[in-house]
T-cell receptor
Framework: DQQVKQNSPSLSVQEGRISILNCDYTNSMFDYFLWYKKYPAEGPTFLISISSIKDKNEDGRFTVFLNKSAKHLSLHIVPSQPGDSAVYFCAASPTGWNAGNMLTFGGGTRLMVKP | ETGVTQSPTHLIKTRGQQVTLRCSSQSGHNTVSWYQQALGQGPQFIFQYYREEENGRGNFPPRFSGLQFPNYSSELNVNALELDDSALYLC?????????????FGPGTRLTVT
């Protein structure tokens, strides 16, 4: 039973346009969410996170939106750049003392940004 | 600030053998988590170590075991290797009680079991 799902295995966008990556979760205990980016032959790199007390968090070109009632979050990248081409993973965690150290990941979405 | 490092980079083992993978945490971090990433899938949580004790475990059998040392480095041991153990093994470090839940990953060890 996948508790975190990324239903789009791949996404292709034009340079300069917006990339929207989606993630759904089922476990109501999750209240902290993270996005990681992964290049081939490298470990996942932390990108941005959001707590369930917020519905939006922004960091430069990256914005994460959380719809807690729908158990859905999305990552927006504006404008998209060719260097953003990578696999993006959504991850979720419960919070509380040390509870947050077990991340549950989605299956990933491969983003391709075309010049 | 030193990032998370893992060794070896690649490893080939035969079914039934045992393997030890190593991880050095990012400086200042006191918690280490291990993940298994099969091809085409997201990382799956194996276990976490805090203060040299296992502090959470995913759905992995007991032949997956680990250690954390006083300097917060860690080992993952897998006994009686099976073909399905072929995967990328990722180590991640974090700081418990930091108020955030970000984990910082190493580059991984690619294990192939033949």
């Amino acid at each position: 039973d996948q508790q975190v799902k990324q239903n789009s295995p791949s996404l292709s966008v034009q340079e300069g346009r917006i990339s929207i990556l989606n993630c759904d979760y089922t476990n109501s205990m999750f209240d902290y969410f993270l996005w990681y980016k992964k290049y081939p032959a490298e470990g996942p790199t932390f990108l941005i996170s959001i707590s369930s007390i917020k519905d939006k968090n922004e960091d430069g070109r990256f914005t994460v939106f959380l719809n807690k009632s729908a158990k859905h979050l999305s990552l927006h990248i504006v404008p998209s750049q060719p260097g953003d081409s990578a696999v993006y993973f959504c991850a979720a965690s419960p919070t509380g003392w040390n509870a947050g150290n077990m991340l549950t990941f989605g299956g990933g979405t491969r983003l391709m940004v075309k010049p | 600030e030193t990032g998370v490092t893992q060794s070896p980079t690649h490893l080939i083992k035969t079914r039934g053998q045992q393997v030890t993978l190593r991880c050095s945490s990012q400086s200042g971090h006191n918690t280490v988590s291990w993940y298994q990433q099969a091809l085409g899938q997201g990382p799956q949580f194996i276990f976490q170590y805090y203060r040299e004790e296992e502090n959470g475990r995913g759905n992995f059998p007991p032949r997956f075991s680990g250690l954390q040392f006083p300097n917060y480095s860690s080992e993952l041991n897998v006994n009686a290797l099976e073909l399905d153990d072929s995967a990328l093994y990722l180590c991640a470090s974090s700081l418990a009680s930091s108020g955030t839940y970000e984990q910082y990953f190493g580059p991984g060890t690619r294990l192939t079991v033949t």
